[in-house]
T-cell receptor
Framework: NAGVTQTPKFQVLKTGQSMTLQCAQDMNHEYMSWYRQDPGMGLRLIHY???????DQGEVPNGYNVSRSTTEDFPLRLLSAAPSQTSVYFC?????????????FGEGSWLTVV | TQLLEQSPQFLSIQEGENLTVYCNSSSVFSSLQWYRQEPGEGPVLLVT?????EVKKLKRLTFQFGDARKDSSLHITAAQPGDTGLYLCAGPRGGNQFYFGTGTSLTVIP
C-alpha cells in the first residue's frame, strides 16, 4: 500500500539553490497539500490543491511554488533556498473536504539549508 | 499567533498516570480532528469530533469537543509507553484549508 509517497527523505541545500520535493498519491484523492513542521509550531500549511490545475496559498507560501498537472502528483518547489526554510516537510492528501475525511500524510522530507 | 493553541507543549509522565491535553481556539470549527505522530513518521488520524459537546472514546483515550465548538480535549487513562508521541489537533477553516495545532509532545516513562 503506497498511499502518499514523498521524495527525497533527506536533503541538504546551500543558500540560494533551488529544488523540488516530490509528492505522489495513489488513492485518487482530489485534495493535496504541503505542510512544514517546526518545533513548537505544529504543522503550517504552505500550499494546497483541490484538484488538477487548481492550487492556492496557505499560511506560509512565500518562497515556495506548487503545480498540480495530474491528480496524483503535487510537487513543491523551493525557488531560492534560505536557512529559514530548514524544516520537515509533509505532503498530505484527502478524499475531499474535511467533514470527517481522513488526511493521509507522507513520511516527511527533512530539508537543511546551510 | 496560531489558530489552534495546544497545552501543555511538553508532558512527561510515569506509566499508569492519567493526563489531559487541550486544544483551544477563538474561532468556531465545524469539526476537529486529533492526530498522533511518532518520530520519523507523518501524523495519523485518531478521531474526528463533529457535534458540540460530543465525547468519543478510543480504548483508553477520551476525546471531547467543546459545546461552543472552539475547543477540544484529549484525556488518556493509565498512560502506557506506547502512547508516547506528538499529539496534534486540527480543523478546517475557510472550506479548503486545514489547520493544525501547535502540538503536545507526550513522553510516558516505563
Amino acid at each position: 500500500n503506497a498511499g502518499v509517497t514523498q521524495t527525497p527523505k533527506f536533503q541538504v541545500l546551500k543558500t540560494g539553490q533551488s529544488m523540488t520535493l516530490q509528492c505522489a498519491q495513489d488513492m485518487n484523492h482530489e485534495y493535496m497539500s504541503w505542510y512544514r513542521q517546526d518545533p513548537g509550531m505544529g504543522l503550517r500549511l504552505i500550499h494546497y490543491s483541490v484538484g488538477a490545475g487548481i492550487t492556492d496559498q496557505g499560511e506560509v507560501p512565500n518562497g515556495y511554488n506548487v503545480s498540480r498537472s495530474t491528480t496524483e502528483d503535487f510537487p513543491l518547489r523551493l525557488l531560492s533556498a534560505a536557512p529559514s526554510q530548514t524544516s520537515v516537510y509533509f505532503c498530505a492528501s484527502s478524499a475531499w473536504q474535511f467533514s470527517g475525511n481522513t488526511i493521509y500524510f507522507g513520511e516527511g522530507s527533512w530539508l537543511t539549508v546551510v | 499567533t496560531q489558530l489552534l493553541e495546544q497545552s501543555p507543549q511538553f508532558l512527561s509522565i510515569q506509566e499508569g498516570e492519567n493526563l489531559t491535553v487541550y486544544c483551544n481556539s477563538s474561532s468556531v470549527f465545524s469539526s476537529l480532528q486529533w492526530y498522533r505522530q511518532e518520530p520519523g513518521e507523518g501524523p495519523v488520524l485518531l478521531v474526528t469530533v463533529v457535534t458540540g459537546g460530543e465525547v468519543k472514546k478510543l480504548k483508553r483515550l477520551t476525546f471531547q469537543f467543546g459545546d461552543a465548538r472552539k475547543d477540544s480535549s484529549l484525556h488518556i487513562t493509565a498512560a502506557q509507553p506506547g502512547d508516547t508521541g506528538l499529539y496534534l489537533c486540527a480543523g478546517p477553516r475557510g472550506g479548503n484549508q486545514f489547520y493544525f495545532g501547535t502540538g503536545t509532545s507526550l513522553t510516558v516513562i516505563p
